[in-house]
C-alpha cells in the first residue's frame, strides 16, 4: 500500500517526442526543459492506473475482469522499486531471497491435494485463461 521509496520519478521525454510546441499536460503547457516528476505514493494511488487503488487486493494482478489493457495499463504505472539510475540497489536480492524462500519450502517439505471438497478448493474454474487468450493448466 506504501511504496518502498520515497523520491520522485523523474520522466523525460524522448528525443523523437520534442516538439517546438510545449507539451500539455492536463491542459497546461510545459516548455522544453522543465522537469516534471511523479510521486510514486500518488501514481500508484490513481484511479486511472488502479481500480480502488485504497484497497490491498492482490488478486487484481491476476486477472483484473479479464481485461488485458487494464493489466497492460497497472503493469505500466508500476514501480515499487523506482526506476533508471535511482532503481533500488537491493530489487535483485529481495528477488533472489524470495525466490529462495520458496524454493527452500518446496524442497523441505512434502504437498498433496487435500481429500474430498477440500482438495478442490482454489483449483480454479474450467475454461479460465492466464490472460493472454491460452487455458490455463490445472
Request: charged residues 20%; proline residues 9%.
Amino acid at each position: 500500500m506504501s511504496p518502498p521509496i520515497t523520491g520522485t520519478l523523474w520522466r523525460k521525454l524522448p528525443p523523437e517526442e520534442h516538439a517546438r510546441e510545449p507539451w500539455i499536460v492536463d491542459g497546461h503547457g510545459i516548455p522544453q526543459g522543465t522537469q516534471i516528476g511523479v510521486c510514486t505514493y500518488a501514481l500508484h494511488h490513481n484511479e486511472a492506473y488502479f481500480t480502488d487503488p485504497f484497497i490491498f487486493r492482490p488478486e487484481r494482478w491476476l486477472d483484473e475482469n479479464g481485461d488485458p489493457k487494464t493489466l497492460s495499463r497497472m503493469y505500466a504505472a508500476f514501480s515499487p522499486f523506482s526506476v533508471g539510475s535511482r532503481a533500488c540497489a537491493g530489487k535483485s536480492m529481495a528477488y533472489l531471497e524470495a525466490s529462495l524462500v520458496i524454493a527452500k519450502t518446496l524442497f523441505t517439505f512434502d504437498f498433496w491435494t487435500a481429500q474430498g471438497e477440500a482438495g478442490h478448493v482454489g483449483a480454479g474454474v474450467p475454461g479460465w485463461t492466464d490472460g493472454r487468450g491460452r487455458p490455463h493448466e490445472f
